[in-house]
């Protein structure tokens, strides 16, 4: 909801709102917090408030460490876990310099931007987001073991499926923020789980799938647990995948998602340093339905791209070789830039896989490139790509690639 500045100091004062958590994310896409008094709004409004930037990697150094944070006032969102008295609201914001200029390494700026682009050619995109996570137990100490939560497996029921009442509380939670889930359910491996919320555009796209994080988080220590997004938990389980759906539309009403996938599909490569982040996120490709073959088809799940059974406007692309801990706005803003590019270039899209890449034989793999074996080759695809130099700034390409 579109609040003004008045309308914020009115809602805080009526709500007993106590604190305000000034929302940022690194370039990693972690999320950072300072918390100010309901006092400090004015400032924050008119100059931003101030914080060491060198303390966070890839944002600055000693002599240029102040940037400031400015609230952006769409975002206000009370955070339902927390006291009804005394109550804390949350509030994403611009990360500025001092004279007021955006920061280069803002992620969340940056994707605004690449929708601002799209825009400019009359082109709109929307994301939604499918994330796996594992629950596992903590031992006495409180500290996360690596002891799933239960053994059931994919779309189990309760008694085998223990994470049935997390999921219920973090859907409810959820909804309470504002963020409609779809779905939810057991997932393959021991302990994981999957919950599905709807397409938005782009930076609520994004700025969902961080909630979810922190609500998936909050709720697991809430009921003793721990909560793992990484890509490869359990090396002999099923890695967590954030498989993402994109739908693009044009103003014209031209059917515009072939060229959309195209574009996708020839800068892949030089994407994957920023969608898979990790050396384990490696691991988790070939195996378990994780891609490893730059390919597309039909709901076939063996490949880079499929494409869902659905039509009108659930019709979309699933791009799975993303895991959950990637940055959601650098992943949605190098998806709308490389389709971009394809619709730019009339890309047109190679014959579609339609085989099964775990089953087929190697003569027919080897037809196909993959995916970089390694963080190390997606580090050098994402250094030798035109492409990806000239959609981010250089603060991130150096983080990413360092």
Known sequence: MKYSESEIRQYVAEEDIKFLRMTFFDLAGNQKNMSILPDALDRAFSTGIAFDASAIPGFGDELHSDLFLQPDTSTLCLLPWRPDHGRVARLFCRILHSDGTPFEGDSRALLQKAVDDAAAM?????????????????????????????????????????????????????????????????????????????????????????????????????????????????????????????????????????????????????????????????????????????????????????????????????????????NPYIAYTLLIYAGLDGIRRRAELPASADINFYTAPEDVRSQYKTLPATLADAKAAARASEFITSSLPRTVLEYYTK
């Open 122 to 326: 009359g082109v709109s995109f929307a994301f939604g987001s499918e994330m796996e996570f594992y629950l596992f137990r903590r031992d006495e100490n409180g500290e996360p073991t690596a002891i799933p939560y239960d053994s059931a497996g994919y779309m189990d029921i309760a008694p085998g499926d223990k994470g049935e009442n997390v999921r219920r509380e973090i859907c409810l939670t959820l909804e309470q923020m504002g963020i409609r889930p779809e779905c939810s359910h057991h997932e393959q491996g021991p302990g994981q789980n999957e919950i599905d919320f709807r397409y938005a555009e782009p930076v609520k796209a994004a700025d969902d799938a961080v909630t979810f994080r922190t609500v998936v988080n909050t709720v697991a220590v809430r009921n003793g647990l721990a909560a793992d997004f990484s890509p490869k938990p359990l090396r002999s389980e099923p890695g967590n995948g954030m498989h993402i759906n994109i739908s693009a539309r044009s103003e014209s009403g031209e059917d515009i998602m072939p060229h959309v996938i195209a574009g996708i599909l020839s800068h892949i490569a030089g994407m994957t340093a920023f969608l898979n982040t990790t050396a384990a996120s490696y691991q988790r490709f070939g195996s378990y339905k994780a891609p490893r073959y730059i390919s597309w088809s039909s709901e076939n799940r063996s490949q880079l791209i499929r494409i869902p059974a659905a039509e009108g406007e659930y019709r979309r692309a699933e791009l799975r070789s993303p895991d959950p801990i990637c």
